[in-house]
């Protein structure tokens, strides 16, 4: 019942698992992305995490961009909408809202399934009989989908920006009735390389934490289905919690003076 104390095992608690998470980082990274590399399952999980991820990611950027153009043009009908429209769909959508979202939708999508594979896996002793027959797991079931989810993330916002721009162009020019030549100019003129590039790094970045969380929580998980339940929604919350922590700290790198 002492505060200080329940406090005190709260901080040995976090620690312990930033500790934990950190080797298991490190045990990833070393063993799975150094020879023996299994590229078949690399591919396998860039198919699923990229390519199965490209719909709810684009229906997500499309809208988010016609929203943000009609919030936009709703806040600056005092001014001068038609230049403020393009230009802050195209930063928003690049710098933040695209990775961020992109983050997001695929962790609770890939999230999820790897958390519940991996965690499957280990409670019916699938991964111990990977030890038995001597292949790694770090090198067959961790590895690839950490490089997996690396790679395929920037590719996913790279589409998504596009298409979350483009949903502000429908909007405000067939619903604004914005004009179509001076909205892409005005897109144009904005854009700059920096924003894309940024966004492209915080992608990746998010893609790493998705893949490490799922397959953290699913290495670990115990008890059955009620372990893997709990390993997936442990997977989720927490690559969510630490997308939005990592993208404040990028964009104080990235932008910060």
């Known amino acids: ?9 709260l901080v ?3 620690c312990a698992e930033t500790g ?7 045990d990833g ?14 591919w396998d999980q860039f198919w699923r995490i990229g390519y199965t991820s490209l719909p709810v990611v684009a229906m997500t950027a499309f809208f988010t961009g016609g929203a943000l153009a009609l919030q936009i043009y709703q806040g600056s009908s005092s001014v001068t909408a038609a230049t403020l429209v393009p230009n802050i769909v195209v930063l928003g959508i690049c710098r933040e809202l695209g ?47 950490l490089l997996a989810a690396v790679v395929s993330l920037p590719l996913l916002v790279a589409i998504g920006d596009t298409i979350g721009v483009f949903g ?13 030549f001076a909205y892409i100019k005005n897109t144009v003129d904005f854009l700059h390389a920096g924003d894309v590039r940024s966004g492209l790094i915080k992608a990746a970045v998010f893609g790493f934490i998705i893949a490490l969380m799922g397959c953290y929580h699913g290495f670990h998980s115990k008890g059955g289905a009620q372990g893997v339940g709990r390993a ?26």
């Open 168 to 180: 502000g162009y429908v909007v405000g020019t067939r619903s604004l009735g914005l004009n179509s």
């Open 12 to 14: 040995l608690g976090f």
């Open 232 to 257: 997936t929604t442990n997977a989720v919350v927490s690559s969510a919690i630490l997308i939005l922590a990592a993208n404040f700290i990028l964009t104080s790198l990235l932008f910060g003076k």
């Open 20 to 26: 934990r998470i950190a080797l298991f980082a490190r």
């Open 1 to 9: 019942m002492n505060p200080l104390a329940i406090l005190g095992r």
């Open 99 to 145: 990775p961020v979202l992109a983050g997001l939708m695929v962790s609770g999508r890939v999230g999820a399934a790897v958390a519940a594979e991996l965690g499957t896996m280990r409670v019916t002793e699938q991964i111990d009989a990977l030890v038995t027959l001597s292949t790694n797991p770090f090198k067959y079931l961790v590895g690839p989908r």
């Open 29 to 42: 990274l070393l063993q799975g992305l150094t020879p023996r590399f299994y590229g078949r399952q690399f």
